[in-house]
């Protein structure tokens, strides 16, 4: 594969992709094509960016990471396990090995900070001891711990998107997805919350990143994969040094 | 997706579990996802006090109605009860009959077949009787003329059919009226089964219809959550986490409203009580209203907690089936 495996992935001999898209296709209702025979590959560890115009299927792509779709050909495999095969009760199990970053981040805004960060804890049935000490050093991470019993309506745009961030995090998944995480932010703003993600992959998280803010991208140097009408019309490396 | 769910329930923790270490921690974990639902349940009930107090009085009433029917139909079938279960025939004569007369209907009484004897109250008796026992003396002393008119009081065989007795002593000449006691009580029965089983069907109508309102109620309050439930099925909560906090807010409303009904049960009997007992000691009874025991109370306060578990069951369910993986929005 054209990946820039990272230097983990590239100890073993054969490393088993964290995540595989086999010639995915994805035609909605509609008659609509989302995805065209999608080929690629992400290791662990690996910080990848997804660009293209709006409509090119960035979205339908993480969609079917994150088991909100289903391909119509094709595979997806997460961990090698092929994600159109889960029964359904296995779904949630598979979600929780994703953390998601929204662009509008999503915050439950009846809730603080800490108790938004602890929901993926809650949800997988961590022990509460523990949830407090994981919540905090997720909080730490994006530097919100001291407002840890604030509401999300008391914080900016771009604090919001860390705490959403913190909350992808707190479940330590092998793989954090975004969906345009800086659309709602303003240039400075957006490239704080860039840097925060490309922090993640040394931390053993691989990132994947939906964003058509080429200028960014371009900056932060890293694996890009381009799509177009549904396919993947480029896969290369970003070539500025960061 | 019920069937992942059955797997957290505690009996059927131990075997899904590999290590023995485990299972203190699966088990506290477990204890923190009900205690979880359990008080955020309870914050969205206390953070609505006046929507709260609505659908609880709604199901109170709605639960009241039915125990309330329950409970009196069971006093008056005990009231029934205490009546002796009597085989004595009363035969009323008419009126202004010489002792020749009655001595007539007198025995042709005696030569009814299945009749083994009758003894025979003149009004005089009677009105001395009724002088004695209902404390009409001074009333009766008013009336010129004796009201009561002679009585036979027929004592049947034990074979004896009493109907066909009853028609044989109407058809005598002179006969003004009969009664017969077991007649009375036959009615009597027919009349509470008859209530029995109309309270039985207003109390399926009624129990429906709280399940119908904790279910809409519930429903609400998932549909003013639809967000949050998406954020957390999007984070990989599952039904049964999803469902849970709904189900312990209707088993909230269904306790709240049966110990409501309860408390409005038992104001009723409190300002009933003393009316009912100063009427059967107006009749010489020592009749009280029963009242619910502690046994009682505690199944009416179970089943109305299971009632309400049931309908949020049912309206979480339906909000689960729409939802469905594949066709929720990112």
Known sequence: ???????????????????????????????????????????????????????AGKSTLLRLIHLSERPSRGAVLMEGRNLAQLKPRDVPHARRRVGMVFQDHRLLLDRSLFDNVALPLL????????IERRVRTALERVGLLSRERSLPLTLSAGEQQRVGIARAIVGQPPLLVADEPTGNLD??????????FSQLPAQGTAVLVASHDLHLVRKLARRVLVLDHGRLVDDFRAGASA | MSRGNRRRRPGAAPRALPGRSELPARLRNWRDLHLYSLVSSLGRLSARPFATGLTVGVLAIALTLPLGLGLLLDNLQRLSSTVEQARELSVFLKLDLDAVETDAALQAARALPGVVEVALRSPEQGLEE????????????????????????????????PAALVRALEALPDVELVQHDAVWRQRLDAWLALGQRFSWALSVLLVLGALLVVGNTVRLDVQGRAEEIAVVRLLGGTAGFVRRPFLYLGAWYGLLSGALALL???????????????????????????EFSMLDALAVLIGAAALGWLGAFLAVGHHLRQDRFGEDSL
């Not at chain 1, 898209?21 to 509609?30: E, H, I, N």
């Not at chain 1, 949800?123 to 523990?130: F, K, L, M, P, S």
């Not at chain 2, 049947?156 to 059919?161: E, F, G, V």
């Open chain 1, 1 to 55: 594969m054209a990946s820039t495996a990272s230097g983990a992935a590239a100890e073993s001999s054969t490393p088993p992709a964290l995540l595989c898209f086999d010639a995915v296709s994805k035609r909605y209702a509609g008659g609509q094509e989302a995805l065209r025979e999608l080929s690629f590959e992400l290791h662990r560890g690996e910080m990848v960016f997804v660009t293209g115009h709006s409509g």
């Open chain 1, 123 to 130: 949800i997988a049935g961590v022990a509460r001891v523990e």
């Open chain 1, 187 to 196: 240039p400075q703003l957006a490239e704080d919350i860039m840097r925060l």
């Open chain 2, 130 to 161: 009724f002088r004695r026992y209902a404390g009409f003396g001074e009333a009766l002393d008013l009336l010129e003329d004796n009201p009561i008119p002679a009585v036979l009081d027929v004592r049947p065989t034990a074979q004896a059919d």
């Open chain 2, 264 to 290: 409005v049960l038992a104001a009723l009997q409190y300002s009933l009580g003393s009316a009912v007992e100063t009427l059967a000691a107006g009749y010489g009874s020592g009749f009280r209203l029963r």
